[in-house]
């Protein structure tokens, strides 16, 4: 969705029926393991108020600031800060746990 019209499309997703959301073969989101993320510039992001949640083929999503996608960390800016400190963080952990071994 562009971000001029931001409201329309929420909306669009909002709706379940036979739309592009629909989920086919009577499966349904299930909101406990599933987020959404909603992506932008940080002009856009600034300028537009980001939802709690997002309602996605009638199942509410909490709306998140960042998200692991196939050990990605995704943020709102798609900037990998949160992808370079997550991996960091690893590399650290990793290596303090070697230095215990030896």
């Known amino acids: 969705m562009h971000a001029d019209n931001t409201a329309e499309g929420l909306t669009v997703l909002a709706t379940s029926g036979s739309g592009t959301c629909s989920l086919q073969n009577g ?5 406990d393991k599933s987020e959404a993320l909603i ?11 980001i939802p709690s949640s997002v309602s996605v083929a009638g199942t509410d999503l909490p709306a998140t ?3 692991k996608v196939l050990g990605v960390v995704l943020d709102r800016r798609l900037s990998f800060g ?4 997550s991996v960091a ?5 990793h290596a303090h746990a070697i230095r215990h071994i030896c």
Do not use: E
Request: overall charge positive; hydrophobic content about 30%.
């Open 27 to 31: 499966l349904h989101l299930n909101p």
């Open 82 to 85: 949160c992808h370079a400190t």
């Open 65 to 67: 600031d960042h998200m």
């Open 89 to 93: 963080r690893a590399c650290n952990f």
């Open 39 to 49: 992506v932008g510039t940080s002009n856009q992001l600034r300028a537009k108020s």
